[in-house]
């Protein structure tokens, strides 16, 4: 593979709580996962994170979430499909709003941590999320879990399903994340990460947390956001990214 995207979780600090660093993060990565403000990010920080992201020239993709700021998205909500449509919907519509007003327009969708997770095998949920993605219009791709059900329904609604890897996090012997409550879960050597991806990048296999080889097919690789030392993190990935001939872009 010649070309990569490169994304991270970005825009989730909330009011006088700050997150991460993003403007640094910008300079690295080629497409930015929003917080709608259900997990993390409030309207003025939105926009911020929009404003910042035009002057970068990086991509703006809308990081939907469970209605869950107190848990940061990280707790599986028992929701209706429906009202779980309308939770997407809504967070959409308030990023297109500030996104518009920075200059630019929502271009993909990307679930964040429980609704991501949940949705690689919930069938209803997966569902409910390609729902409000056809129903906000403009047919945007989805930034998704390799294999996962949501994947599988994006595709059968004519949705562009983009699979993507994690560059900080550890992987199973089956191709999903290792829980955050397991060890080997968060990667933190920067080195260790950029030598996974630029192989991920080249071969497509990566080394899961038992030592087997899996192989993932990635379109797009994230670098979280809120992990410390991230922008550093987001560097060094990119600079091996452009050391082994791979193009950085965004895929939408």
């Known amino acids: 593979m010649t070309v990569m995207d490169l994304n991270s979780d970005v825009g989730e600090s909330f009011g006088a709580w700050g997150m991460g660093d993003d403007a640094a ?3 690295s990565v080629s497409s930015a996962n929003v917080a709608c403000g259900f997990h993390a990010g409030d309207p003025s920080v ?10 970068a020239g990086v991509t703006v ?4 979430a469970y209605r869950d700021l107190a848990g940061f998205g990280r707790r599986f909500l028992d929701c209706s499909p429906t009202e779980l449509a309308d939770d997407v ?11 518009r007003a920075a200059g630019t327009t929502v271009r993909y969708v990307k679930p964040h941590g429980a609704l991501y997770n949940t949705i690689v095998h919930h069938e209803t949920h997966a ?5 409000a993605v056809k129903a906000f219009g403009g047919n945007l791709p989805l930034l998704l879990l390799p294999g996962s059900a949501a994947l599988r329904a994006a595709e059968k609604a004519g949705l562009r399903a983009v699979p993507e890897a994690f560059a900080d996090r550890g992987y199973t012997p089956e191709g999903t994340l290792v829980s955050r409550r397991e060890p080997g879960a968060v990667l933190h050597d920067a080195a260790q990460v950029t030598e996974r991806m630029v192989r991920l990048a080249e071969d497509g296999t990566l080394t899961a947390v038992d030592g087997s080889t899996v192989r ?3 379109e797009s ?3 979280h956001g809120d992990t410390p030392g991230a922008a550093a993190m987001a560097a060094e990935v990119r600079a091996g990214l452009d050391r082994a001939g791979i193009t950085v872009r965004s895929f939408a």
């Open 25 to 27: 993060v910008f300079r």
């Open 46 to 55: 939105m926009a911020q994170t929009c404003r910042d992201a035009v002057a």
């Open 61 to 64: 993709g809308a990081h939907v």
């Open 89 to 99: 919907l809504y967070q959409m519509g308030a990023l297109e709003a500030v996104a």
């Open 127 to 131: 569902q409910a999320v390609v729902n």
């Open 216 to 218: 993932i097919h990635a």
């Open 221 to 223: 690789i994230c670098v």
